[in-house]
Every structure is written in C-alpha cells, then in structure tokens.
C-alpha cells in the first residue's frame, strides 16, 4: 500500500501534504532519489544514499537525518508498505520559509519518503525499443547547476520531454552546453560498437546513474570492453546499439534516433544480454 513518511510521521495519498511555503515547492530548493525493491529487497540503497548526500553537499543543504537514520527510516517505511516490488522516493527539501528566497529562513529541512509503484514504459517499447529525437534544449550547464546534482530542478529535462511528446517520439535524446550527447530526460545513455560499450563520464556533466553503474559492472563482467568517453550525434547514428538505463527503466533499447535507425533497428544482442544480467542483478538484491 502507498506509504509516505514526512518528518517522523506515516501518512498516506490523501493525507500525505506538504507546506506551501516549502522552499521545495517555490523554488526547487532541495534534493531526492529514485530507489527500487525487489522480492523484499532495497537494490543498491547504499549508492543512492552517497548520491543523496553528496548532492545535498553541493547544494550547502544540511540533511536533517544521520545517514544511519536515513537508512533505517527508508527500511521502515518500504517494511511499513508491505509492498514487495516498489519504487522509493526520497526527497529533502530546504523547508519551509518565506516568501524570498533566502535558505536562511528556512528553519529546517523536510525530509520525504514514498514509497509506491511506477512504470514507465509498456512492454512493446522494451520488445521494439524506443524512437528518439534529440531535443533542443540542452541539460544544465555543469558549472551552473551541476546535472550530477539530482536536485528537485528537473525543468530543462521537463522541456526536452515536452519537445519530445510534441514531435511523438517515445524519448528525447539531450545534449550538454558543449554540444555531446549527454542522457535523457530521466535516463542515462550508452552505446555499443565493436561490443564495445560506451557512456559519457560524469566529469563531462551527467547525473551519475546508479543503474549505470551497475550496468557497466555487468558489462565488464560479460566480456565486453566498456569506456566512458564523450560521444557526439554521429557516434549514436553510427553505433551498432543504443540503450538507455535508469531505475524505472532498467534497461532499454532505443532503435530510432533523429530519423535515422540504429543498427538492426531491432533491439541488439548486447542490450538484450545486459537488460538479463541486470533483471538478474537486481532481483537477486546485490
Ligand atoms: N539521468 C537523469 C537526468 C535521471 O533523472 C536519472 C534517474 N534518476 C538517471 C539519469 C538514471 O539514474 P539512476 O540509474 O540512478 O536511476
């Protein structure tokens, strides 16, 4: 059953409210995480609980709760639930404040937890993988709000998405400000030529996903040489595979980008083999 902790209490989809005066609401102030379970289990919690504090770091917030605590708290509230496979939604926001924008007089950080379900793709799209657009507007810069930062700020990749959903395409390709390829709008991008599996590097400004991580692991694993390096349009027109990955996702092949399809057009054998090994991973709990 959808659980929501707020600050030290259990409420739920109805009852389950947030201030006005939130500086989360007003102005994108704060920070979250998208976690998933499987059969029972919280898959890489650890990892997203780095990523949670590391970006609440760089944004100068001082997350109310110990990481232990933090930890303890989502376990709770997913065993509260009852729900085997779910998605977490962590959220830490400045607080409540006023009307400006000073942190300063938000007194202290509200923290959130819900845990529900999610689905983003139905399961033709994983059957014939994805037509992509690469989208106009880029990701942030990375020197002004860094995209490593998993920030409640998600409006350049809201105005990719709604580019996107005008042209009818399934998913938006997004650049970064220097003009290589860089995720998309809730996904990370990779693409494989001479089962090679490439992906941009966080330093080039990319939300670090934890599913790629994962994946690259499972690459190495299989066999395949993986590199993380810049790619530009070409590389993905040119590529014998493109995928994306993300928690919700997982693992999913895109087969068209820009007009142009990508290899077979069909999704290829080292998507298909990595989407496994992940499936695998994940409901196996490591
Ligand atoms: N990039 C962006 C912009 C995202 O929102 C997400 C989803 N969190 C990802 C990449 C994928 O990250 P993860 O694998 O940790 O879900």
Same mark, same amino acid.
């Given at each position: ?16 409210? /947030? &201030?006005?005066? %939130? ?26 609980? %780095? ?30 639930? $009852? ?18 924008? %000073? ?11 819900? /845990? %529900? ?28 709000? &860094?995209?490593?930062?998993? &920030? ?16 009818? /395409? ?108 992940? $499936? ?7």
């Amino acid at each position: 059953m959808t659980t929501i902790w707020i600050d030290g209490k259990y409420y739920d989809r109805d009852s389950a409210k /947030v &201030s006005v005066f %939130d500086h989360g609401l007003l102005y994108g102030d704060g920070v979250f995480e998208g976690i998933r379970a499987y059969n029972g289990r919280i898959f890489r919690l650890d990892a997203h609980l %780095d990523r949670l504090y590391d970006s609440a770091k760089a944004i100068n917030l001082d997350v109310p709760l110990t990481r232990a605590e933090m930890q303890a708290m989502v376990a709770e509230a997913y065993a509260t639930s $009852k729900m085997q496979d779910s998605y977490i939604r962590l959220v830490v926001t400045r607080g409540v404040g006023d009307l400006g924008l %000073d942190p300063r007089k938000c007194v202290r950080p509200t923290t959130i937890c819900i /845990v %529900d379900t999610i689905r983003l793709w139905p399961q033709d799209r994983y059957d014939r993988g994805l037509i992509c657009l690469t989208a106009a507007t880029p990701i942030s810069h990375k020197e002004n709000l &860094s995209p490593r930062v998993k &920030s409640l700020n998600y409006l350049a990749h809201i105005l990719g998405k709604i580019e996107g959903i005008a042209a009818s /395409v399934d998913e938006v390709i997004m650049l970064d400000s220097a003009g290589f390829v860089a995720e998309a709008s809730g996904m990370n991008l990779f693409s494989v030529s001479d089962h090679s599996v490439r992906t941009p590097p966080p330093y080039s400004g990319i939300l670090r996903g934890v599913t790629r991580d994962a994946v690259l692991e499972l690459a190495q694993e299989a066999g395949y040489g993986t590199v993380e390096i810049p790619q530009n349009r070409y590389d993905l027109y040119t590529a014998d595979e493109v995928f994306l990955t993300g928690t919700a996702a997982e693992v999913i092949a895109v087969t068209k980008l820009d007009g142009r399809t990508i290899g077979s057009g069909s999704p290829g054998p080292v998507t298909r083999d990595l989407a496994a090994r992940f $499936k695998a991973l994940a409901t196996r709990g490591d």
